[in-house]
């Protein structure tokens, strides 16, 4: 009956309760022998109900303290995960970084790589041109070469005929000559005693003259 109620609550109704009931004198004795016996049983009950509390208001704090103490764990592996995460992100940002710059340079690569075939082909195109313009000089110059053979047979054909020429004449002018002297030693060989030594001189020095005129010829010629 008076389970719900507080302490204090209980003790003022018994109070009340044994003050205001009237009992005759005969009773009074023994009505105060019930009343300190329920009082001794109500202080009984009383205290085992605080000691109930009592243990299950340790048991709640205990509770509450372990379950503070698990929060306090759980909020710092909560910070852990994210200051991991925080630095994984990081780390993926500056790998995304390091990839994007290789992006570009794969990409300038590719580019510098067409320009550099673009070039590679140019270069290709002239080589061939100077590779053509070379064999047709090539081919000049063998022309040349065959025309400065050609000539230097010529010339020396040229000059192996005038040789011939001038050998020709040579031998002709000798043999005139022969006959000139021929012809002096014929006219040298009659002279006598008659005084005709001097006209027969004259004669041979204009033979000698017209000996020496031929030769004059041929070293000019």
Known sequence: MNVGRSPIERRSSCSSFSTSSPSPPKLSISSNTASAAFRSTRVEELEREISIMRSSHENIVAVLRATNKQHAANVLELRAQVAALTEGNLLLERQLTAKGELVREL?????????????????QKILEIKDTQIQTLEREMGQLRQRLARL??????????????YES????????INDLRKEVLAMVRPTGNNGSDTPLTFAMLCVLSVQRAPGAAVGSA
């Open 107 to 123: 990409r300038e690569m590719e580019k510098q790589h067409q320009r550099d075939t673009v070039s590679v082909s140019e270069v």
């Open 152 to 165: 230097e047979s010529d010339k020396d054909s040229q000059l192996y005929k005038q040789f011939q020429h």
């Open 169 to 176: 004449r040579r031998e002709r002018d000798e043999k005139r």
